[in-house]
Structure formats: C-alpha cells, structure tokens
C-alpha cells in the first residue's frame, strides 16, 4: 500500500530532550514535507526537501532540523524541545512531476513538558 | 504574498442538506486551489485541487468547488451531506511559479452533520 508512514504517533517528552520524528513513504517521490498544525492557525510549512541532499526552510523552522539522506526518509529533529513545539506533525509527499498531490501521514501528537 | 481565509470555523447542516464551505484567497498570480479533508486522528486528504483547468472542480465523495476568479474564491460544496462528511475541511493556495510547491493552508472548517 502506497503510505507515508510517522513514527510515534504519540510522544510526550520534557523540555530540552532530543527527540527525532520519523518519516518514510514508499512511493519513491522526490519531494518531502513537514508540517505542524495548531489550532486556529492550520497547517503552517517547517522544512521541505527537494530531493536527497536538497532541503530548505519553510515558513516556521525555528528550532527544528531535517536531513535527507536517503529518497525514502525525512527525518524531523528536535534538538532542544520546548513547550512552544508541543503540536502535531504531519509529514508529506509527492512526486514533482505531479507536486500538486501530497500524500499526507497520519501525523505525531508530540507533547514538550 | 499569498493568503486563505475560510470563513466560519465551524458548520452545521442536517443529513441531506447542502454542504457549503467557503474558502477565499489573495494571490498576486493565478493560483493553484486544493480542498483537503482530515477525518480524526487521520492525515489529510486531498479532496479536489484547481489547477488552471475547468474553473468546476469535481473531488471524491461527491464534494465540488468552482473557482471564481472575480470574487476570489474556491467554496467547497455537497448538494447531500452524509453522516460520513462529519470532518475537518481545509482550503490552500499555491503558486505554481514559485518552485518550491509550498501551500499556504487555511485555518479550517469543521463540518459537524446533525442527523
């Protein structure tokens, strides 16, 4: 089945804990996302990656990491959390020849305490 | 700079009635629309997008949305609304020249049926 796949869906973790997000789909796109969503402010863009070798910052990347090493994975590090990152994530992608067509994952419910 | 405004974060119809879930933007170029859909605990799902083509968009489940460039909008709409529909809906915009495929996402409506 074609999925992008989030590992944990549920995390709660205390302030300055280092905590990595995963993110891997199957359908050999080029392009990758992550979002965050809170409410009254929908989704807003933290990084997104190009292709292997190639991410940028999105609209809120402030205390946030990614790395793409490989097509399939887009990891999302946090090397401090703080209470401000509590949130849910969603990952997502698509091909670019088709780039109007993300396939989302079933986001993470990360808690910073 | 580009925006999405859904106005009304919340909405009520009865089973059967029309679903109307409005959705207006600002963009300096044509923009790319998308309708997603995000049932509970789930990810998002795209539900139809515009894309310079016909300006009535036709998705999945039965929804449609017309983009009409003199008013700026792109509402979502369902002549029958079903339990099923119960979810959250949000609108986007994208600008297809700028390269980096990035959405703008509105706030979202939450759609609730009441039977």
């Known amino acids: 089945e074609a999925q992008v796949t989030q590992n944990p869906r549920y995390l709660i973790t205390v302030t300055g804990k280092k905590l990595t997000v995963t993110c891997s789909q199957n359908?050999?796109?080029?392009?990758m996302s992550w979002y965050r969503q809170d409410p009254g402010l929908g989704l807003r863009q933290i990084y997104y990656s190009m292709n292997v070798e190639v991410t940028d910052k999105g609209d809120v990347p402030e205390g946030y990491k990614v790395s793409r090493k490989e097509k399939r994975n887009f990891p999302l590090i946090l090397e401090s959390p703080s209470p401000n990152q509590t949130s849910l994530y969603f990952c997502?992608?698509?091909?670019?020849?088709?780039?109007?067509?993300?396939?989302f994952g079933s986001g993470t419910r990360l808690t910073v305490v | 700079a580009q925006s999405v405004t859904q106005l009304g974060s919340h909405v009520s119809v009865s089973e059967g009635a029309l679903v109307l879930l409005r959705c207006n933007y600002s963009s300096s170029v044509p923009p790319y629309l998308f309708w997603y859909v995000q049932y509970p605990n789930q990810g998002l799902q795209l539900l139809l997008k515009y894309t310079s083509a016909a300006t009535l968009v036709k998705g999945i489940n039965g929804f449609e949305a017309e983009f009409k460039k003199s008013e700026t909008s792109f509402h979502l709409t369902k002549p029958s609304a079903h339990m099923s529909d119960a979810a959250e809906y949000f609108c986007?915009?994208?600008?297809?020249?700028?390269?980096?495929?990035?959405?703008?996402f509105g706030t979202g409506t939450r759609l609730k049926v009441l039977a």
């Open positions: 997502a992608s698509s091909f670019v020849r088709d780039r109007w067509g993300y396939t």
């Open positions: 359908m050999n796109h080029e392009y």
């Open positions: 986007a915009v994208s600008d297809p020249t700028s390269g980096t495929y990035k959405y703008i």
